[in-house]
């Protein structure tokens, strides 16, 4: 197994603590060999880091930033179920940013998960992905990510 906890500090990034669920669910589930997150918000320290629209309220740089930070929080959902030196792969990725009428930029902001999996990873985190915009997120969030990973 690879060693990413050691490439995550080397990187200058640390696993959050799992981000408590805001409803009925658990932060991740494993079936075979694949570990499925729920969707992540910008959380920390159990707070949201932005409320509002992406386009309106938060600008595009900032929401990818927290993109960045929901990633995070999906690699801890995976690293408190299963350990993240576990992931072989980091499968599918989806983004769901809250955009204010008219915006469109979603894959962008949705490259800050993206280019983190890139860094962390290296070739084991190239994806599939989806980028969607929507109306509302919970709690007002700006945006959420969820993963699906290969484990081994």
């Known amino acids: 197994m690879a060693d990413w906890k050691q490439r995550l500090a080397d990187l200058g990034l640390e696993l959050p ?8 669910y658990v932060p991740a589930v494993r079936t075979g060999s ?5 969707g992540q918000l910008p959380f920390v320290d159990g707070a949201l880091a932005a409320t509002g629209k ?11 930033e927290h993109a960045r930070l929901c990633a995070l929080n ?3 959902a995976v690293d408190a179920l299963v350990g993240v030196d576990a992931i072989v792969k980091i499968v599918k990725v989806v ?4 955009s ?13 998960a993206s280019e ?10 190239a994806h599939a992905r989806s980028a ?11 945006v959420e990510v969820e993963l699906i990973v290969e484990v081994a």
């Open 17 to 24: 603590v799992v981000a408590a669920p805001v409803a009925a």
């Open 54 to 64: 992406v386009g309106a309220e938060v600008g595009p740089e900032e929401a990818k």
């Open 116 to 125: 983190l999996f890139a860094e962390v990873f290296g070739e084991a985190g």
């Open 100 to 112: 204010a009428e008219g915006f469109t930029g979603q894959p962008a902001v949705i490259n800050g």
């Open 95 to 98: 983004g769901f940013v809250a």
């Open 34 to 38: 694949h570990v499925f997150t729920s």
């Open 132 to 142: 969607v915009g929507v109306a509302e997120l919970p709690l007002g969030a700006p």
């Open 74 to 76: 999906a690699l801890a």
